[in-house]
């Protein structure tokens, strides 16, 4: 199994190597996407990429970006082609939030074993990956 990507990460801190880690919300089953970096030789949370607004309507592929360094942020998803940046807002108190339909292909090039639990999930989704085929049972073989 190959080593999972390292992506390019500027903020206004200075320059990161991200991992992502890709999972689901237990609230509402939106679509987590944390940033791990590398410290002291060990992976670990570095911030959120995403937040979890239950209360939003979304689509499967769609998640609303954490507010701290947004700009940031979306400028990452743009450099990466993570996915695109849709005009509607997220709302939570004072606070809106941009909301984004990832590539959940591109997704899965980046953490394979997140995207497989993110499936597990959403097995409406399943059928619709590409090279994903459904057998009929009702077909009779000749």
Not at 3 to 9: D, K, N, V
Not at 39 to 61: H, I, M, Q, Y
Not at 106 to 133: A, C
Request: some cysteine; charged content about 35%.
């Amino acid at each position: 199994m190959s080593e999972q990507p390292i992506l390019e990460y500027d903020w206004e801190m200075g320059h990161e190597e991200i991992k992502l880690e890709i999972s689901t919300y237990y609230m509402g089953g939106g679509l987590y996407i944390g940033m791990l970096a590398k410290e002291s030789g060990v992976w670990e949370s570095f911030s959120d990429l995403t937040v979890n607004l239950p209360f939003e309507r979304c689509k499967a592929n769609e998640a609303f970006i954490q507010d701290f360094c947004s700009e940031e942020k979306l400028e990452f998803i743009k450099r990466h082609k993570l996915g695109e940046i849709l005009p509607e807002r997220g709302h939570s108190g004072y606070r809106t939030y941009a909301k984004v339909a990832f590539d959940l292909n591109r997704l899965e090039k980046l953490d394979p074993k997140g995207m497989k639990r993110f499936y597990g999930e959403h097995p409406e989704l399943q059928e619709k990956k590409p090279g994903s085929k459904k057998k009929s049972r009702n077909r009779i073989e000749r």
